[in-house]
Nanobody
């Protein structure tokens, strides 16, 4: 089994920054793209961003582009989500997810869909006050 564990969530004021981490452990695959999704109360889970295995490819949702940055640790099994200029509408539970493949690239044309990700973490709460 593969486990994904997120950390770094918390309560901050609007305009502040937070960095989330996600660590993969267990029977990990050779290569996998890793993504961040979020889910606010009474809303559907939405795509935030994704990064390829080698870190050379990233995609972001329009709502976070320019404010959030995904990066990958040297050990490749750790992914970070740097969130700057946070807004109250960023309040949600943030989940990381893994999409294993031979290339480790995000799934073309569907990387924004939660259905392509086989492994999920338990989530970490981010609350942004106004």
């Amino acid at each position: 089994q593969v486990q994904l564990v997120e950390s770094g969530g918390g309560l901050v004021q609007a305009g502040a920054s937070l960095r989330l981490s996600c660590v993969a452990s267990g029977r990990t695959f050779s290569r996998y793209a890793m993504a961040w999704f979020r889910q606010a109360p009474e809303k559907e889970r939405e795509f935030v961003g994704v990064i390829s295995w080698f870190g050379s490819t990233t995609y972001y949702a329009d709502s976070v582009k320019g404010r959030f940055t995904i990066s990958r640790g040297n050990a490749k099994n750790t992914v970070y989500l740097q969130m700057n200029s946070l807004k109250p509408e960023d309040t949600a539970v943030y989940y990381c997810a893994a999409d294993p493949s031979t290339t480790g690239e995000p799934s073309r044309g569907s990387y924004y869909s939660s259905s392509v990700y086989n492994y999920w973490g338990q989530g970490t709460q981010v609350t942004v006050s106004s």
